[in-house]
């Protein structure tokens, strides 16, 4: 698979370009080309803010136009929130991304365009695309920065080729307890519980230690938290009896 070339068109701070560099370092991709950057290349304003980027800033091509930039591109795509007055596919990140993913896996090379900070990509620009891509932000204030936008990007594409699980508990340090660590706890709230006379009336007894079984099988405690809840009883029982 190769990854999409991230194209910069007419970037005007050297702080924005680093910007991006480490936004698609944080994802995992590399290829930057940079059209006609406004302040020149290199620009170590660039460096500095790619704060441990720099290889991709190092591996960036320079290019004195964009038909250039994207000679080599199969199929490219531009973002923007304007090119209404062009006819073309306009695709969220994430759904452009997911068709970026899918060309890639055919051996096909993929260039995003990214316009200049004041103003964004220009119809021309827009017009040497096959798609658009267009974040749904808020209509009322659609301004985004240069590396707020690769980032968003650069995002998708990375959810779009790795399989990340949506939610994982983290063990600080700790394993899940076992179903018979939690049913010895069980068995000494009940013991305690007895002792202050909390199961009444007994018609009802049955049912409150069902309940209460269900609730310890349900927290998904840790081996720590069992130990705390063990801990926490045979310090009441030492008040009580002291």
């Not at 896996?105 to 200049?116: C, H, Q, S």
């Not at 983290?170 to 939690?182: C, K, P, Q």
């Not at 909390?198 to 269900?214: E, H, Q």
Request: hydrophobic share 45%.
């Amino acid at each position: 698979m190769i990854p999409p070339a991230f194209i910069l068109v007419r970037p005007q701070m050297g702080e924005n370009i680093g910007a991006a560099a480490r936004a698609m370092l944080n994802f995992g991709l590399e290829r930057m080309r940079i059209v006609d950057p406004r302040d020149g290349w290199p620009n170590p304003k660039a460096n500095a803010m790619a704060s441990g980027a720099g290889r991709v800033l190092d591996a960036a091509g320079l290019f004195p136009d964009l038909p250039t930039a994207i000679g080599d591109c199969d199929y490219v795509f531009a973002t923007t929130a304007r090119g209404r007055e062009l006819t073309k596919p306009v695709m969220t990140p994430e759904r452009a991304m997911e068709h970026a993913r899918a060309l890639s896996a055919e051996g096909k090379r993929v260039g995003i365009l990214f316009g200049p900070e004041r103003a964004g990509l220009e119809n021309e620009d827009v017009a040497l695309a096959n798609a658009i891509i267009t974040v749904p932000v808020n209509p009322e204030f659609p301004s985004l920065n240069l590396g707020q936008c690769v980032l968003l990007t650069a995002y998708e594409w990375r959810r779009q080729t790795v399989e990340v699980p949506a939610e994982v508990l983290h063990m600080a340090r700790t394993d899940l307890a076992t179903a018979v660590e939690v049913e010895k706890l069980g068995d000494h709230f009940e013991e305690r519980l007895d002792e202050a006379g909390f199961f009444f009336p007994p018609a009802k007894s049955p049912g409150m230690r069902l309940a209460l079984r269900n609730m310890w099988s349900r927290l998904n405690l840790t081996r720590a938290e069992v130990q705390t809840f063990h801990g926490m009883l045979r310090q009441i029982v030492r008040r009580r009896d002291g």
